[in-house]
């Protein structure tokens, strides 16, 4: 093992843009879904639970689809595919 590169000099392509990229669209999709949801209970409040569900399930798919990112990621860069 000791003949190995470590895994970020020996991967070819670069992945922390692509890392930076997909966090800073999670942060402004949540701020943005979390500010429609806060807009919408000041508009009707009665269904305030109803929004809530719905924002804290589509919060939760965001996440999941980020995590799936930095699985993506992690995999390229130590499975190093292009070595």
Same mark, same amino acid.
């Given at each position: 093992?000791?003949?190995?590169?470590?895994?970020?000099?020996?991967?070819?392509?670069? @992945?922390?843009?692509?890392?930076?990229?997909? !966090?800073?669209?999670?942060?402004?999709?949540?701020?943005?879904?979390?500010?429609?949801?806060?807009?919408?209970?000041?508009?009707?409040?009665?269904?305030?639970?109803?929004?809530?569900?719905?924002?804290? @399930? !589509?919060?939760?798919?965001?996440?999941?689809?980020?995590?799936?990112?930095?699985?993506?990621?992690?995999?390229?860069?130590?499975?190093?595919?292009?070595?």
């Amino acid at each position: 093992m000791a003949d190995r590169d470590p895994p970020q000099e020996g991967s070819k392509i670069r @992945l922390d843009p692509y890392w930076a990229i997909a !966090s800073i669209g999670l942060g402004v999709g949540q701020g943005t879904a979390a500010g429609q949801a806060v807009e919408g209970i000041a508009r009707q409040p009665q269904a305030e639970g109803k929004i809530r569900g719905t924002l804290l @399930l !589509s919060l939760a798919f965001m996440e999941a689809l980020t995590i799936y990112g930095l699985v993506v990621a992690l995999a390229l860069l130590f499975a190093n595919p292009f070595a």
